[in-house]
């Protein structure tokens, strides 16, 4: 049948191996590398974002069982939102905390969504991208803003 046109959403991205996995509604998966990823007209536009919905190009047809396809092409619909909040509480220990939005949501942060390797205190101004995944808002791509940082240890 060839490639297919669906939409699936982003399940994780991997930024510093430039590669990710899609899934949809009927549990089917894909792979794609960061090279087959439009992310849209701005030059300023993030990575792909876990939980973002895209149009996929794939060929499920021509996959061995249990390997995921290979996406040819993945288009991204909307740009993710941007926007600021404070983080309201993180553990360093355990490398995860929450970031009460400008928008009153209370969003999920892991360390591994924050940029530049620098953890963020309680109290500090951030900006980031709105996830979901697992049915849970979750901060991506999160820089400090403000203040003092503690250092990934």
Do not use: W
């Not at 040819?72 to 553990?91: D, I, M, W, Y």
């Not at 360093?92 to 929450?98: E, I, M, Q, V």
């Amino acid at each position: 049948m060839g490639d297919r046109d669906l939409f699936m959403r982003v399940r994780k991205y991997i930024q510093d191996r430039h590669y990710g996995f899609l899934s949809d509604n009927s549990g089917r998966e894909a792979f794609f590398h960061a090279s087959v990823f439009d992310g849209g007209t701005k030059e300023d536009s993030p990575p792909p974002v876990a939980g973002e919905e895209v149009l996929v190009d794939v060929d499920l047809d021509g996959t061995k069982e249990g390997v995921a396809a290979r996406a040819t092409r993945v288009r991204r619909l909307e740009e993710p939102k941007l926007l600021n909040g404070v983080v309201s509480s993180f553990n360093p220990d355990r490398g995860f905390g929450f970031v009460e939005g400008e928008d009153g949501i209370t969003y999920y942060l892991h360390r591994s969504e924050v940029l530049g390797g620098r953890l963020p205190l309680s109290g500090l101004k951030v900006e980031f991208r709105v996830s979901e995944q697992k049915h849970r808002a979750r901060a991506c791509y999160v820089e400090v803003l403000t203040g003092a940082s503690t250092d990934d240890a």
